[in-house]
């Protein structure tokens, strides 16, 4: 790797890394049900950026995960249900754990302005 100093500190990248930005969305489909997902960094932990316009969990349907999850809403609203019936409202900056095979489901995101999130996959403690 080689490191970089800027005015805003250190960018660390790989010789064949481009510098993105996670604000800078790709042209979103017309078809609302697609969402995006797009994995950033791949190792010891996944991280994905996932934009979401509209799209929930299936009803009847429970993502349960192999893996702990981190994940936090950088744009957007989005609502969480957990298994335990817990019903989390999002907005920009909320952060939220999910350990491996917590049941849990996406009932709501926003498509105006579209949601933008930053999930982080691995064996994570918190």
Known sequence: MTSCTGATGSIWMTKNMKRNNIFDLPVLPG???TEIFETLLD???????????????PEGEWYDQEKDEWVVLLQGEARLRLENAEILELVPGDA????????????YTSKYPPCIWLAVHGDLKK
């Open 31 to 33: 078809n609302t049900s």
């Open 43 to 57: 190792g010891k932990v996944r991280i994905d950026r996932i934009v979401s316009t509209g799209q929930t969990t």
């Open 96 to 107: 939220v754990f999910l350990s491996a095979h917590c049941r849990h489901r996406v009932e």
